[in-house]
């Protein structure tokens, strides 16, 4: 399973990032996407119509399918259960933010372990770098967008910071490396 962190400068990445996967990825794909909670998100719809890939928001109890991107909705975090299942939570905020990447990766590397893929985008702040070190610990792959190249630098300069990150790549040549190793993982 791949998961994908972003805040700031988010969207331009995240369609970049889609539209190099193309629709057909053979695992799951879940976004979390810092948004502002007080509005109904058209992040989901803008995904699906830019990129031809089958995006939707997460839906609390559903199974995370191959093929599929699920993007967390708004003030809630998305987090991975036994199974594959998704689960969505209004606990606590993270470093003020709900749905936080951390959770999301934390969760992602207890159940998918060494299979677990983590990707940072662009963003301010630090949300992800502590769910990187709890992927990293289970075995699993650790990607952050070159904190010179992403629009906002914090998050992914904050995940290279934690000593752990595998790939840091400018983000045209992300999709192609998640594509190998999900290739990888899977056999």
């Not at 630098?153 to 790549?169: N, R």
């Amino acid at each position: 399973m791949v998961a994908v962190a972003s805040s700031a400068g988010g969207l331009a990445a995240l369609l970049r990032l889609l539209e190099g996967l193309g629709p057909a990825l053979p695992v799951p794909l879940l976004i979390v996407q810092h948004l502002d909670p007080r509005h109904r998100t058209l992040l989901d719809e803008i995904l699906r119509r830019r990129t031809g890939s089958a995006v939707k928001l997460a839906e609390d109890g559903e199974r995370a399918e191959p093929g599929i991107v699920y993007v967390a909705p708004p003030d809630r975090h998305l987090l991975v259960r036994s199974g594959g299942t998704l689960e969505l939570s209004q606990s606590e905020r993270v470093h003020f933010l709900r749905p936080a990447a951390d959770l999301l990766f934390a969760s992602l590397a207890d159940v998918y372990g060494d299979r677990a893929i983590a990707c940072v985008l662009t963003g301010t702040g630090q949300d992800g770098a502590d769910g990187v070190d709890a992927v990293k610990a289970r075995g699993g792959v650790v990607i952050a967008q070159d904190p010179g190249t992403a629009e906002f630098g914090g998050m992914p300069e904050a995940a290279v910071g934690t000593g752990v990150v595998d790939f840091v790549l400018p983000l045209d040549d992300i999709a192609a490396v998640i594509r190998g190793l999900v290739e990888i993982k899977r056999h």
